[in-house]
């Protein structure tokens, strides 16, 4: 009871505080006992969002690019989740993500043996799309990709190639393994690259 009540004034004051420092937030937003929050003038968060327990949020222009991080109105962040952009994160409507799941458009550069991955920039990766209705499952990493409108991702999948509408892909790297048939109006085994089996 007590721990539900401080989670809650927590989100409320977190909402109350930070409300004025980000460039958009929505109406009814929670934001849980965030680990961090970097860049709040680069995040933009829509109605009705639920960011969960010990979410780090980051937008930082890194890499010299312009940067935002967008949430679309009615989505739901897990726990642990870890999102960082350096020039495009864009998170479409109602998007669900499990808890500890990373998504992130830069990377360390690791080209200099002599020099420890630590120390050496961040660099740009592909920029980051989120379809709306997508649902991504626990310890699930997107690394500079498009996912499309409802997929689904599986837990423990890193998503490194985009995703179109209306797929399931799980694996590392991630491969489409079904996908609706419009045609059909049924969810189909698919090829890796998302084609129907002839």
């Not at 929670?30 to 979410?55: A, D, E, Q």
């Not at 500890?100 to 990377?107: Q, T």
């Not at 689904?152 to 491969?175: E, F």
Request: charged letters at 20%; one cysteine or more; aromatic letters at 8%.
């Amino acid at each position: 009871m007590l721990r539900s009540l401080l989670y809650s004034l927590d989100a409320r004051l977190n909402y109350w505080l930070g409300k004025w420092r980000f460039r958009y937030m929505g109406r009814k937003v929670r934001i849980v006992c965030p680990l961090r929050i970097t860049g709040h003038r680069n995040i933009s968060i829509g109605h009705k969002v639920i960011v969960n327990y010990k979410t780090w949020l980051a937008a930082e222009p890194l890499t010299g690019m312009d940067c935002l991080l967008e949430i679309g109105d009615g989505c739901m962040i897990g726990n642990f989740n870890h999102i960082y952009a350096t020039h495009s994160i864009k998170i479409g409507k109602n998007v669900l993500t499990a808890d500890k799941v990373y998504i992130s458009d830069n990377l360390h550069q690791y080209v200099d043996i002599h020099v420890p991955v630590m120390h050496q920039p961040v660099i740009q990766n592909g920029t980051v799309s989120i379809g709306d209705g997508a649902w991504l499952g626990e310890n699930v990493c997107v690394l500079g990709a498009h996912i499309g409108k409802q997929c689904v991702i599986g837990a423990n999948s890193v998503v490194t190639n985009d995703i179109p509408d209306y797929c399931v892909a799980v694996g590392s790297p991630a491969k489409i393994i079904k996908r609706y048939c419009l045609k059909e109006g049924a969810w189909k085994k698919t090829t890796p690259d998302g084609s129907f089996p002839e």
